[in-house]
């Protein structure tokens, strides 16, 4: 079954400590990655993604993830955390529908919560 | 530049009441998704629809019925509605395969 999962519900690290927000994914084929993430009483936003290329993947607001395909891992990082980034991240891998058309499996979300 | 629209933001509900919640984009995107947001679940995905015309159940569709009614609009219904169903609804779109979802700020629906 394709899977994703975040073992962590929250996170907590100490303003410009470095962050680290894990994912693990379970996939037939090649997977196709991403993080997402939430603020409070909005829809989720889209940080980064892993399609092909490059194992260290750098997106927006200077979050990045490294792709590891032996631990089935893709891990959200940060060199410094800021207080703003305390938010709800989401995992997300791209599923092959027996339709044949495609779907997104979400993971249950981290919490990570940055203090001042 | 509005993206994916929700309405309403927030509803309640009794049981056994039906309503629509309704989903519109203006990024000429071809799939469209509707999630159910609940605590410590992530998000589940409830119908999608990966091109006008055509539609899927995801992993919780029981309850749920889904519109596709053009290139921009997703309807989903609840036609009996029950209190398991009290959640945060999200609809997104995507535009080619491998790009990210755009999603909307949710609807709150309670059922009492």
Same mark, same amino acid.
């Given at each position: 079954?394709?899977?994703?999962?975040? +073992?962590?519900?929250?996170?907590?690290?100490?303003?410009?400590?470095?962050? $680290?927000?894990?994912?693990?994914?379970?996939?037939?084929?090649? +997977?196709?990655?991403?993080?997402?993430?939430?603020? +409070?009483?909005?829809?989720?936003?889209?940080? *980064? @993604?892993?399609? $092909?290329?490059?194992?260290?993947? @750098?997106?927006?607001?200077?979050?990045?993830?490294?792709?590891?395909?032996?631990?089935?891992?893709?891990? *959200?990082?940060? +060199?410094?955390? *800021?207080?703003?980034?305390?938010? *709800?991240?989401?995992?997300?891998? %791209?599923?092959?529908?027996?339709?044949?058309?495609?779907?997104?499996?979400?993971? $249950?979300?981290? %919490?990570?919560?940055?203090?001042? | 530049?509005?993206?994916?629209?929700?309405?309403?933001?927030?509803?309640?509900?009794?049981?056994?009441?039906?309503?629509?919640?309704?989903? =519109?984009?203006?990024?000429? !995107?071809?799939?469209?998704?509707?999630?159910?947001?609940?605590?410590?679940?992530?998000?589940?995905?409830?119908?999608? &629809?990966?091109?006008?015309?055509?539609?899927?159940?995801?992993?919780?569709?029981?309850?749920?019925?889904?519109?596709?009614?053009?290139?921009?609009?997703? &309807?989903?219904?609840?036609?009996? =509605? =029950?209190?398991?169903?009290? &959640?945060?609804?999200?609809? =997104?779109?995507?535009?080619?395969?491998?790009?990210?979802? !755009?999603?909307?700020?949710?609807?709150?629906? &309670?059922?009492?």
């Amino acid at each position: 079954a394709q899977s994703v999962a975040q +073992p962590e519900d929250q996170v907590n690290v100490a303003e410009g400590n470095p962050l $680290t927000v894990k994912c693990t994914y379970s996939v037939s084929g090649n +997977p196709y990655l991403f993080w997402y993430v939430q603020y +409070p009483n909005r829809g989720l936003q889209f940080l *980064l @993604k892993y399609i $092909t290329g490059d194992n260290l993947v @750098k997106g927006s607001y200077g979050f990045e993830a490294e792709f590891n395909k032996s631990q089935t891992s893709f891990h *959200l990082k940060k +060199p410094s955390a *800021l207080v703003s980034n305390s938010a *709800l991240y989401f995992c997300a891998v %791209r599923a092959d529908s027996t339709s044949g058309t495609y779907k997104y499996i979400f993971g $249950t979300g981290t %919490r990570l919560k940055v203090l001042a | 530049n509005a993206g994916v629209t929700q309405t309403p933001k927030f509803q309640v509900l009794k049981t056994g009441q039906s309503m629509t919640l309704q989903c =519109a984009q203006d990024m000429n !995107h071809n799939s469209m998704y509707w999630y159910r947001q609940d605590p410590g679940m992530g998000l589940r995905l409830i119908y999608y &629809s990966a091109s006008e015309g055509t539609t899927d159940k995801g992993e919780v569709p029981n309850g749920y019925n889904v519109s596709r009614l053009n290139k921009r609009e997703f &309807s989903l219904r609840l036609e009996s =509605a =029950a209190p398991s169903q009290t &959640s945060v609804y999200f609809c =997104a779109s995507s535009d080619r395969l491998n790009q990210p979802q !755009h999603f909307g700020d949710g609807t709150r629906l &309670s059922i009492l």
